[in-house]
């Protein structure tokens, strides 16, 4: 088992930025992709960004590219989620989410999931 627990959302204004972090514990948890999604009231969750174990590739939805960056620290275990030009449209709530193999956009193939955050944008 691997659990995940983020930390970092808040109510911002359009154009600010914040980070959002999620802390890994349980299984070896560095050995894990780690994907980042969102949900807005009324919609579907949605993929934002991944990334690799190793943190050498990463991969983000059209619609936050040039704007947010993924990362990953192994030794703490945590994956961070620097959310920039942020926009009304971002609110939602963000969770991070852990699978074996590559990270992918597939909301169903992640085994883990954490309890998730609110990014609330005013305009």
């Known amino acids: 088992q691997v659990q995940l627990e983020e930390s970092g959302g808040g109510l911002v204004q359009a154009g600010d930025s914040l980070r959002l972090s999620c802390v890994a514990s349980?299984?070896?948890?560095?050995?894990?992709?780690l994907g980042w999604f969102r949900q807005a009231p009324g919609k579907e969750r949605e993929f934002v960004a991944g990334?690799?174990?190793?943190?050498?590739?990463?991969l983000y939805a059209d619609s936050v590219k040039g704007r947010f960056a993924i990362s990953k620290d192994n030794a703490k275990h945590a994956a961070y989620l620097q959310m920039n030009s942020l926009k009304p449209e971002d609110t939602a709530v963000y969770s991070c989410?852990?699978?074996?193999?590559?990270?992918?956009?597939?909301?169903?193939?992640?085994?883990?999931w954490g309890q998730g955050t609110q990014v609330t944008v005013s305009s």
């Open positions: 990334i690799s174990w190793t943190g050498g590739s990463a």
């Open positions: 989410a852990a699978r074996g193999g590559e990270p992918i956009a597939d909301v169903t193939r992640y085994d883990y």
């Open positions: 349980g299984r070896t948890a560095s050995w894990y992709a």
